[in-house]
């Protein structure tokens, strides 16, 4: 099984997350200059132990959320170390968690970049083929697709952005929510991957 939750309103989740979020995060959220980047943090701990402790019944003490060398999340339920995966931008968070399934999620919010012209032009070859950059629909759709996949093999994203992307799209789930792409991806899953809002 995989689960996945997230967030557009940081107004209502991080009072919601108060009690799923530990001294310890806390603390580490406050090594972050910037509030917004604090909050980020914070409601990417919380959010992922809510929905771990919520899927699969479980006391929020056999839950740790500690941070690999890389600086990828390592999660750990009651001593045994899950798959899991956290994005967020600013004003909106996607977690992800399975026992046993690799896991990827990115959320991004659809707007220009000044940059994406460039991209889709540098990675035509790769995840970008046949892919116009006035759409940006479709390239936030590669585009969380790619950031996905790099999470979940703890890659580089430019390596990840060479790639063909029809090795990939059809492991993946997107949906657009408010002004925001999310998408899930999850190699060999044969199982519905379906996006929780929260608060639900």
């Known amino acids: 099984m995989i689960a996945t939750a ?15 979020v530990t001294e310890a995060e806390r603390e580490a959220a406050h090594t972050y200059k910037q509030e917004p980047r604090q909050q980020q943090f914070i409601a990417g701990r919380g959010l992922l132990r809510w929905l771990v402790c919520n ?9 740790s959320i500690t941070r690999q060398e890389n600086g990828a999340p390592l999660l750990t339920v ?13 004003g909106a968070v996607l977690v992800a968690a399975s ?4 896991v990827g999620v990115d959320v991004e919010r659809i707007k220009a970049r000044k940059r994406l012209a460039e991209l ?6 790769g995840f970008f083929a046949d892919l ?7 390239f936030f759709e590669r585009w969380t697709l790619a950031e996905a996949v790099t999470k979940a093999e703890q890659g580089l994203l430019l390596q990840t952005l ?6 990939y799209q059809h492991d993946a789930k997107h949906e657009q929510h408010d002004d925001f792409m999310l998408c899930c991806y999850t190699p060999k899953f ?3 991957v379906t996006f929780q809002r929260f608060p639900s």
Not at 6 to 20: K, N
Not at 120 to 125: F, G, K, L, P, R
Not at 162 to 167: D, E, G, Q, S, T
Request: glycine letters at 4%; aromatic letters at 12%.
């Open 162 to 167: 060479k790639r063909p992307v029809a090795n």
């Open 120 to 125: 889709v032009a540098n990675y035509q070859d």
């Open 6 to 20: 997230y967030s557009t309103d940081f107004d209502t989740l991080l009072p919601a997350l108060d009690a799923w």
């Open 55 to 63: 899927t699969w019944h479980c006391a929020a003490g056999a839950v």
């Open 99 to 102: 026992p046993e399934f690799t």
């Open 132 to 138: 116009s950059a006035e759409n940006w629909h479709r």
């Open 190 to 192: 044969s199982e519905p």
């Open 78 to 90: 009651g001593g045994q170390v899950w798959q899991c995966s956290i994005s967020h931008t600013k």
